[in-house]
T-cell receptor, first 115, second 116 residues
Framework: DTAVSQTPKYLVTQMGNDKSIKCEQN?????MYWYKQDSKKFLKIMFS???????INETVPNRFSPKSPDKAHLNLHINSLELGDSAVYFC??????????????FGPGTRLTVL | DQQVKQNSPSLSVQEGRISILNCDYT??????FLWYKKYPAEGPTFLIS?????DKNEDGRFTVFLNKSAKHLSLHIVPSQPGDSAVYFC???????????????FGQGTILTVHP
């Protein structure tokens, strides 16, 4: 029944490792997003995909690579993890166009801790 | 450069009274504004929105007011209930007609606590 789901919920790893976070939505939306919530609690957009095509790519290190195998999935792969990558990562989805873009549905978040 | 700011980290209100959460923005290109509510260990949930062509939008107990000249918006919750206790995020977008492509700029949130 979960509309937007993320796995894993918690991720603890060592510096230098590579990890992935998966996101799936069953709302029939065609646009998906990744946000990062840092220690100051600001939610900042990282990427957005519409129908598997990248449409927003904020200033994010290229160690972060999103992958969208289909419009219901948007995964986030992070290479060579650094301490500063520790944060909560939220996936979200929305429908295409107009104000509906902005009314986004969020997953529960993945808390990443890099040691 | 924080384009959306919520200057009150927390707000405490008695049940039944009004809660007023405030948000300021600096980017004149913003033309669509939203409030999201977040419970612990959950993702944000969309609450209410307002386009810059309006100055007020109401949905049940929730009303959002927009003052474009002051670049200020507020969320009023009347009457407040203990279940409203959560973190409230203000967000803004430039291009309500779709040109924003869903790029939201969020404030840092205000923790609302409603006491029984």
């Amino acid at each position: 029944d979960t509309a937007v789901s993320q796995t894993p919920k918690y991720l603890v790893t060592q510096m230098g490792n590579d990890k992935s976070i998966k996101c799936e939505q069953n709302l029939g939306h065609d646009t998906m997003y990744w946000y990062k919530q840092d220690s100051k609690k600001f939610l900042k957009i990282m990427f957005s995909y519409n129908n598997k095509e990248l449409i927003i790519n904020e200033t994010v290190p290229n160690r972060f690579s999103p992958k969208s195998p289909d419009k219901a999935h948007l995964n986030l792969h992070i290479n060579s993890l650094e301490l500063g990558d520790s944060a909560v990562y939220f996936c979200a989805s929305s429908t295409f166009g107009g104000a509906a873009y902005n009314e986004q549905f969020f997953g529960p978040g993945t808390r990443l801790t890099v040691l | 450069d924080q384009q959306v700011k919520q200057n009150s980290p927390s707000l405490s209100v008695q049940e039944g009274r009004i809660s007023i959460l405030n948000c300021d923005y600096t980017n004149s290109m913003f033309d669509y504004f939203l409030w999201y509510k977040k419970y612990p260990a959950e993702g944000p949930t969309f609450l209410i929105s307002i386009s810059s062509i309006k100055d007020k939008n109401e949905d049940g107990r929730f009303t959002v007011f927009l003052n474009k000249s002051a670049k200020h918006l507020s969320l009023h919750i009347v009457p407040s209930q203990p279940g409203d206790s959560a973190v409230y995020f203000c967000a803004a977008a430039a291009g309500a007609g779709g040109t924003s492509y869903g790029k939201l700029t969020f404030g840092q949130g205000t923790i609302l606590t409603v006491h029984p």
